[in-house]
């Protein structure tokens, strides 16, 4: 037998103990764009200012040259069961 098949099934019942856990919707993720941010803003200040929990990345736009803020930014966000856009 392989490991896998011991660890998840019932030995007695041959039932496998994995159908108690209920699998739920998958998590949507939003992609927000964000403007007119201040020229000196990071990243890590959109992230922590959006006061959004699950944050997945946090971008800021920088122009190349002088290496200030263009003012776009975007975030990127998951949305649980029962968490909306709003």
């Known amino acids: 037998m392989k490991q896998s098949n011991l660890s998840s099934t019932d030995f007695e019942t041959g039932e496998s103990s994995l159908k108690h856990y209920k699998v739920g919707p998958e998590p949507t993720v939003v992609d927000l764009a964000v403007k007119r941010l201040p020229k000196d803003y990071k990243a890590e200040h959109l992230r922590s200012s959006s006061g959004i929990k699950h944050v997945t990345s946090a971008t800021v736009e920088?122009?190349?040259?002088?290496?200030?803020?263009?003012?776009?930014?975007?975030?990127?966000?998951?949305?649980?069961n029962g968490e909306t856009k709003d």
């Open 62 to 80: 920088v122009d190349p040259i002088t290496g200030v803020c263009t003012g776009n930014g975007n975030l990127i966000v998951r949305l649980n």
